[in-house]
């Protein structure tokens, strides 16, 4: 089976105006595709941004990935994905790259499910199961009355745990915003609490022991990724697990984290991550930790790829989901999710619905 063609588009989605502490305010989402063509087959992958460098991300797919792949077989997808992180190396080891990469990892996934015909939590090792969801704002800027309006929507749809955006500049305020939402759903429902990296090593072992009276479920991104050693000591001197992974490009970082006993909870994003062949990498190395994993954004394809983890805890339910561009949208049932029975991941975009987004 040889790649015969790669195609991409890009897209700028308008989102309702939201926000977190690491990134500011969000208005668009960013959205690249994938057609990997081979033998009449076709696969469909795609990364996102939150507003920028879309457009790098597609043209480090057109220019220099799909020279690298286009006549190669597209039986070996490890192999495949070792080309391209060999042939970007020097370009950078994360970020941008790692969200090409993905995308046409992803699509080459999807090939293999329909060659294969099995579906992907098959090809992932996985048995097919519902995954807790939970409802995940992009809420800093809400007042608190909206934030409580967006929980009980939550509630409302049967998700058993909620996660809140902290990160103010005021720590009362943080705290404050915390307690109300622990009152509003009491002790039943799991609540979780993003920081988004606004902390200093030294702010979150003071805040984080003075968000433990609201028990959180977990404590996610308190500080920057790239301190490794301070998570380590948040695990060791903080009350609740550390959620850590939507900033990790590679499952390297990952095992970085893992071997230093800096993570309390594993978080995957076949996209920011770079692919499903290092998530899959990350779930090993998880489930040898005997960490529990769940996800980031990226709600249908983590459906299957969870469930090749001995313990998964929860699927996100993100506040931009991409539902409106899906021809099947993802189906949360008493707050579960089931992965697709189909060939491949199953995800395809309405290009209907995609088309009036669509950018240079």
């Not at 968000?211 to 009350?239: C, I, K, M, Q």
Request: hydrophobic fraction near 40%; charged fraction near 25%.
């Amino acid at each position: 089976m040889t790649i015969e063609r790669i195609t991409t588009g890009y897209y700028r989605l308008p989102l309702e105006p939201m926000g977190d502490a690491g990134h500011g305010r969000i208005d668009t989402e960013e959205l690249i595709t994938v057609e990997l063509a081979a033998d009449g087959l076709v696969g469909h992958g795609y990364a996102y941004t939150i507003g920028r460098g879309g457009r790098a991300i597609r043209s480090l797919i057109d220019h220099d990935l799909r020279p690298l792949l286009i006549g190669q077989s597209a039986h070996d997808v490890a192999a495949l994905w070792d080309r391209m992180w060999r042939g970007l190396l020097y370009g950078g080891r994360g970020g941008l790259v790692a969200f090409a990469i993905a995308a046409v990892d992803i699509a080459l996934w999807d090939l293999r499910g329909l060659r294969e015909n099995r579906p992907l939590w098959a090809l992932a090792g996985g048995t097919a199961r519902p995954i807790p969801a939970y409802g995940s704002g992009v809420d800093l800027p809400k007042p608190l009355d909206g934030l409580l309006r967006q929980v009980e929507g939550f509630i409302q749809r049967g998700y058993s745990g909620v996660k809140v955006k902290i990160g103010k500049p005021d720590a009362a305020e943080d705290l404050a915003r915390v307690a109300a939402v622990r009152r509003l759903v009491g002790d039943k429902i799991d609540l979780m609490i993003d920081v988004n990296m606004a902390w200093s090593i030294d702010q979150a072992l003071d805040r984080g022991r003075r968000l433990a009276e609201y028990n959180p479920f977990w404590l996610e991104e308190p500080s920057a990724p790239e301190d490794v050693e301070g998570h380590a000591r948040l695990v060791r001197e903080l009350p609740m697990p550390i959620a850590v992974g939507e900033s990790l490009y590679s499952a390297w970082e990952f095992e970085r984290y893992i071997a230093a006993r800096a993570a309390g909870v594993v978080q995957i994003d076949p996209v920011t991550n770079g692919g499903i062949t290092p998530v899959l990498r990350v779930l090993r190395l998880a489930d040898e930790a005997g960490l529990p994993t769940s996800s980031h954004y990226t709600d249908e394809l983590s459906a299957h790829l969870l469930c090749a983890s001995k313990n998964p805890i929860y699927l996100e339910k993100h506040a931009f989901a991409l539902d409106p561009y899906l021809e099947q949208p993802q189906v949360v049932t008493n707050g579960t999710v089931r992965p697709t029975d189909g060939p491949g991941h199953g995800l395809r975009f309405n290009p209907e619905a995609l088309r009036p987004y669509a950018a240079d």
